[in-house]
């Protein structure tokens, strides 16, 4: 089974950036779909953005298009999130998740990480 940890979480004030990074370690697979999803504080857990592990098409939530940008690194098994002219509406926990393939369901995944903190002040 893969493991994911995340880091790169963090205070910054609005209009400023982090870069979240998550770990990959076990198999990975051209047909895996990689996601990075968000919880605030009270509220339900959403999809941000997702990339495909081999050939790297990506795909947002439209509120942080123009804005995040997801990548991964497959000779490091990372997966990186890259977050610019961040709002105090991003504030939440970010999690990283795989799923086998573009059919499957993320939230019948195994693969989720721990959360990083991620908090944008005004």
Do not use: H
């Amino acid at each position: 089974q893969v493991q994911l940890v995340e880091s790169g979480g963090g205070l910054v004030q609005a209009g400023g950036s982090l870069r979240l990074s998550c770990a990959v370690s076990g198999r990975t697979f051209s047909t895996n779909v990689m996601g990075w999803f968000r919880q605030p504080a009270g509220k339900e857990r959403e999809f941000v953005a997702g990339i495909t592990w081999g050939a790297g098409t990506t795909f947002y939530v439209d509120s942080v298009k123009d804005r995040f940008t997801i990548s991964r690194d497959k000779a490091k098994n990372t997966l990186y999130l890259q977050m610019n002219s961040l709002k105090p509406e991003d504030t939440a926990v970010y999690y990283c998740a795989l799923k086998d393939d573009l059919g499957s369901d993320f939230n019948k995944s195994p693969s989720w990480g721990q959360g990083t903190q991620v908090t944008v002040s005004s």
